[in-house]
């Protein structure tokens, strides 16, 4: 089992004509996704030779999924025009689209999520600016290295990119159901909670890991939808201990004022419901570890 993608979802990727969403079409091929086409309204009718995989390239994401049957979409498409292409998904109606592109204007993002909501939400959207969604030996819908992890009872679900292919790497020997890197913008399609819910609710995934960081209230959420929803075990880490207050810190929503969005008040907000809090990464997946030989 996983959550949101699985080996029977079929993926079109928007703007996979351009030089990123080439590359990572390449990649996600490589990693078995059953890719079945492409989205540029400059090229609609073209068919693109992909590592000797011939993929058409369609107009609208509308017609993309009448033609191929598909049902998840991958957003490369750069940020002026991300705004655009997320709306056409949501018209669409795919199940789940997965905005990789980073930089999109924060007015846009919130844009793109109210048309979602009056749509009513019947396309789960990830991101943007996060590495996608990954579940080992079945499907990768995004930018994490298909390569670096197997399948596994673990359900994964991350602010950062980068910490969640560490995350992934340092427990590959037991391996993830899915992974989810939710993106660290101030607004996002997926938050924390949806992943937990999902995770609660897969019989194959037993315990999950969650990676905040930094800036808003994400975790502090997380913490209280835990102790009142989630009973498989979970073990926490937060990046960001030693950030200055009042300054943005990579991703756009790491900011902390005061004691809000603080990486100790997210740190013990967990540990108030009895979730485990790792120092470091490499500390987190070790408590893991143990959680899974216990089970």
Known sequence: MAIYLDSNSKIIVQGMTGAEGMKHTRRMLAGGSNIVGGVNPRKAGETVDVDGKALPVFGTVAE????????????????????????????????????ITEGIPVHDSAAAWAYNVEKGKKTRLIGPNCPGIISPEQSNAGIT???????????????SGTLTYQMMFELRDIGFST?????????????????????????ETKAIVLIG??????????????????????????AGFTAPEGKTMGHAGAIVSGSAGTAQAKKEAFEAVGVKVGKTPSETAALMREIINSL
């Open 64 to 99: 993309a999924m009448a033609q191929t049957g598909a049902n998840v979409s991958v957003i490369f498409v750069p940020p002026a025009f991300a705004k655009a292409a997320i709306v056409e998904a949501i018209d669409a109606e795919i199940p789940l689209a997965v905005a």
């Open 145 to 159: 290295p298909w390569n670096i992890t197997g399948k596994g009872p673990i359900g994964l679900v991350s602010k």
């Open 179 to 203: 992974g989810i890197g939710i993106g660290g913008d101030p607004v996002i399609g997926t938050t924390h909670i949806d992943a937990l819910e999902a995770f609660e609710n897969d019989p």
């Open 213 to 238: 960081e930094i800036g808003g209230d994400s975790e502090e959420k997380a913490a209280a939808y835990i102790a009142e929803h989630v009973t498989k075990p979970v073990v926490a880490y937060v």
